[in-house]
Structure formats: structure tokens, C-alpha cells
């Protein structure tokens, strides 16, 4: 069986300026000590990229993006590009966020589109997927629809740079947690829907964390479910301190 090597990423969201990115920065490299195989995260906006770049080169800690446009270049006003934030030094991206795709318009096909634009650009993605409070009966469904054309085109070889967050919408910024056994149970049918469509080493191989309202205090019974390989976290990963004790609930 493939080791799963856990994530613990934070989604700054529309928060913090270079400035303060770079006091956050400051603020949490000293406490990621011996952090081993746990990777850490963080997801800061465009603008605080360059600089943490050059702030975490060779540290134990890893940038992402919140977006990016699925074009290489042109006349795309407000775009950016992969190659962008490579350049920055992003090694991932987050694609298909539920804010991304509610009050943004990527739909599934956009979401598609950017994710075989980040794998381009050796940019690992972390696609987002997840239901609504009035699709929960149907989560099946919805998720099954995301993943069949979310990932239209990739292959299994592609699939291996691909790590999976499963974000139930009403769960976000509500704090309302699903349940670990909630939790658990949707993330083992996305492991099941990869394994019917790639093949059972896929699916075990394949990193798939849990977001929506993590905390320090909720965040060690969500990691110790078997298929919950990690955390995407808001909030709480806009605090040093909080995001570093969801950083030690996955060395438990
Ligand atoms: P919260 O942790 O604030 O609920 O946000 C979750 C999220 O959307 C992370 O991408």
C-alpha cells in the first residue's frame, strides 16, 4: 500500500498584506520544528506570493495559490498565470474552491481547464470539491459529478500530482464541522469512485483531506479517520498559533 504523506494546508483567503504575511511567516517557521513527514501549507494571496517565496526558500514550510487562469499568457486582464506562480515559487494551487466556484462562476469546465493548467506547469493541485446544505442528501451525487468532469482528460500518472479536498460548503466558515465519521464516510466514496475509475492503487495512493471549519480543537478527531490524510484550513490558519496546534494534531 502506498504511504499517504499528510497536508496541512491553510487558505489565507482575501487576508493579510506582504507585511503581515511576512510576520506570520516569522511567527510559525520556529514552531514547525521537527515536523517530519507532515507537510505544512500555506495559501496566502497573490500579492504576499513573491516575497514568501523568497521568505521559505529551503524551509520546512510550502506556498501555494488560491487560483490561477488556465491560459499561459495574453490578454486576460487580472489573470495569472502557472507559470506565474511557479516563478514565485508556488509548488501548489487550490482549484474549483466552492468560493471560487459560487461567487466567481468557474464552473466545471473552467475547473477542469485550470487544473490541467496547473499540471502544465508542474504546479501540484488541490482540487476542491463539495456539496451544499440543500445538496447533502445527494452528496453522492454532486461529488461523483465534480470528480467525472473535474478530472475529464487526466490520466492516472497526472492523478498522482493531484491531492483531493473534500470542503462540504455548509461546513465553511459556519463553524459547523461535519463529523468525523461524516467526514470520513465521504472521503472513503471519493476513494472508492477513484478506485472504479483508475484503479485501487490510485486510490490509495491518492492524498484527499478534509476542510471546512478545522480548529485546533476538532482538528484530532477529523485526522485520526483513515481515509483523512489532512486539513484544509481557513480561519484558523490565519493565527500562528492555531494553525501550528492543527499542525501537531497530525503528528498524534
Ligand atoms: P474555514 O476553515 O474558515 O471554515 O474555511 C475552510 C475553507 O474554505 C478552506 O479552504
Redesign the pocket.
Known amino acids: 500500500m502506498t504511504m499517504r504523506h499528510p497536508l496541512i494546508?491553510?487558505?489565507w483567503?482575501m487576508h493579510k498584506t506582504p507585511q503581515e504575511t511576512e510576520e506570520f511567516i516569522v511567527e510559525l517557521l520556529p514552531k514547525l520544528a521537527g515536523v517530519g513527514e507532515i507537510e505544512v501549507l500555506i495559501?496566502p494571496p497573490f500579492t504576499s506570493l513573491d516575497r514568501s517565496g523568497t521568505l521559505l526558500q529551503g524551509k520546512s514550510l510550502q506556498l501555494g495559490a488560491q487560483d490561477l487562469h488556465y491560459e499561459a499568457e495574453g490578454a486576460f486582464t487580472g489573470g495569472i498565470s502557472a507559470r506565474m506562480l511557479a516563478a514565485c515559487g508556488c509548488k501548489y494551487v487550490?482549484v474549483g474552491?466552492?468560493?471560487r466556484r459560487e461567487l466567481f462562476g468557474d464552473d466545471d469546465t473552467i475547473v477542469a481547464r485550470k487544473l490541467n493548467a496547473a499540471l502544465d506547469s508542474d504546479l501540484m493541485p488541490i482540487l476542491?470539491i463539495g456539496e451544499t446544505l440543500s445538496e447533502h442528501d445527494l452528496v453522492e451525487e454532486k461529488i461523483t459529478r465534480q470528480l467525472t468532469q473535474d478530472l475529464t482528460g487526466v490520466g492516472g500518472k497526472a492523478l498522482a500530482k493531484i491531492t483531493i479536498?473534500y470542503?462540504p460548503i455548509w461546513?465553511?466558515?459556519?463553524?459547523k464541522?461535519a463529523t468525523p465519521e461524516v467526514a470520513q464516510e465521504t472521503i472513503s466514496m471519493i476513494r472508492r469512485w477513484i478506485a472504479s475509475h483508475y484503479d485501487e492503487a490510485a486510490a490509495q495512493g491518492t492524498r484527499i483531506l478534509y476542510?471546512?471549519?478545522?480548529?485546533p480543537a476538532n482538528a484530532v478527531s477529523l485526522l485520526a479517520q483513515p481515509d483523512i490524510d489532512g486539513a484544509?484550513?481557513?480561519?484558523?490558519?490565519l493565527v500562528p498559533g492555531s494553525f501550528a496546534q492543527i499542525v501537531d494534531a497530525a503528528r498524534l
Open positions: 494546508a491553510g487558505n483567503k495559501i487550490l474552491h466552492s468560493e476542491c479536498a470542503e461546513a465553511i466558515g459556519t463553524g464541522t476542510g471546512g471549519s478545522v480548529k484544509l484550513v481557513g480561519g484558523a490558519a
